[in-house]
C-alpha cells in the first residue's frame, strides 16, 4: 500500500502524483509509519478493524537489518523492499531504472486508474488511508 500512496495520490487524469522513488524513501517511510501506527494506543481496536495485525508487522520489520543501498541481503530493509520490487517488475508493473530508483509502467497506471481505483475500490482505499486509519502518519500519536 506504500507503493500504492507514493505514486498513486491523485484523482482523474492526474491519478499519478509522480514518476519515480527511491527504495531508501520507501524503507524510511515504512520505518516511521509502522513505529507511529504501532505506538498508538487505540492500535489494538484498529488491527481489528483494519484486519491488520500491525505490531507483528512492526516486530517483523524491526527484526531485519539495518542497512543502506549497497546491500542486497534479504534479511535488511532494503533487501526486503527489493525483493518485492523485483517481484513487481516481473510482473510488469514496475520497472528499477537505476540501481535505488524505480518508477511504475504504464500497465500499473492502466490498472489503477481502470480497476483498482474505481469509485468503491478508492473508497476502501481512502478509508485505510483515513486519519483513523493505524496506516497514515498521525503526529498526534
Do not use: C
Not at 506504500?2 to 515504512?30: H, P, W
Request: net charge negative.
Amino acid at each position: 500500500t506504500l507503493f500504492l500512496q507514493l505514486f498513486y495520490n491523485g484523482v482523474g487524469e492526474s491519478l499519478k502524483t509522480r514518476d519515480y522513488v527511491g527504495i531508501g524513501e520507501v524503507v524510511a517511510l515504512a520505518s516511521d509509519r509502522l513505529g507511529k501506527a504501532a505506538s498508538k494506543v487505540t492500535v489494538l481496536d484498529e488491527e481489528e478493524e483494519t484486519g491488520y495485525n500491525v505490531i507483528s508487522i512492526h516486530e517483523h520489520w524491526m527484526s531485519l537489518i539495518e542497512d543502506d543501498e549497497n546491500h542486497r541481503g534479504r534479511n535488511s530493509k532494503y533487501g526486503y523492499v527489493r525483493s518485492v520490487v523485483n517481484f513487481l517488475e516481473r510482473q510488469h508493473l514496475f520497472v528499477q531504472y537505476s540501481y535505488d530508483d524505480i518508477r511504475p509502467t504504464k500497465k500499473l497506471t492502466s490498472l489503477m486508474g481502470h480497476h483498482f481505483l474505481d469509485q468503491h475500490r478508492k473508497e476502501i482505499i481512502e478509508r485505510l488511508f483515513s486519519e483513523k486509519s493505524v496506516l497514515v502518519e498521525d503526529d498526534n500519536a
